[in-house]
């Protein structure tokens, strides 16, 4: 028989004082009056109305205020589930970023791109986005050999920024994976 107590509640609530029946009735004063002179029976739990009474609290399961070993388990493993999709969708979205930045005429990054199987998006990530920026600093230091213009400078070098913010993300996220 599962154990109940009383927790506040902001709404106004009726209660059934009847032993054993911990009902909540939420029923409007002007109803339970009514109710209480008439003596008629509430049509939640069929007490009569004399025996509730309004109050800011709600009967509740005691037993559901804290998990079971059991129910803590389930829930881990929601949470594990919950943060491997979050560490996929990190990584989808540093790989769509990373095709953005691509996309930009980057030839060598695009072999790079070639060669990775983006649907196996398992494994260490941060290995080929490290790669991926490796390359970039490369081009980056190319391109100011031969001459480039500032505001090509400028794209790359914001393009490497935005790959190690990304690094340093997908990194934690798999060091929280691991542990
Ligand atoms: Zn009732
Ligand atoms: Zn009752």
């Known amino acids: 028989m599962p154990v109940w107590k009383q927790q506040p509640t902001d709404k106004l609530n009726y209660l059934c004082d009847i032993p054993d029946c911990h009902s909540n009735c939420p029923t409007s004063r002007l109803v339970a009056l009514i109710g209480r ?3 008629l029976r509430c049509g939640k739990c069929n007490h009569p109305y004399r025996s509730h009474s309004h109050s800011r ?21 929601t949470n594990d589930k919950k943060n491997a999709e979050a ?14 930045i691509i996309g930009e005429s980057m030839d060598d990054l695009a072999r790079f791109l070639a060669e990775y199987d983006g649907t ?3 494994g260490s990530f941060s290995v080929h986005m490290e790669k991926a920026s490796r390359l970039l600093e490369q081009r ?4 100011e050999k031969k001459g480039a213009s500032k505001e090509q ?3 790359t070098r914001d393009s490497l920024g935005l790959m190690e913010r990304k690094l340093v993300l997908l ?9």
Request: no cysteine; glycine share 2%; charged share 35%.
């Open 171 to 179: 990194r934690d996220a798999e060091k929280a994976q691991e542990t």
């Open 87 to 100: 560490l996929i969708a990190t990584r989808k979205r540093a790989f769509d970023d990373l095709n953005r």
């Open 57 to 77: 609290y709600v009967w509740v399961p005691a037993s559901d205020t804290r998990p079971s070993a059991d129910e803590g388990r389930k829930q881990a493993a």
């Open 37 to 39: 002179l008439l003596r």
């Open 140 to 143: 980056y230091t190319d391109m």
């Open 153 to 155: 400078l400028r794209k």
């Open 120 to 122: 196996s998006l398992s």
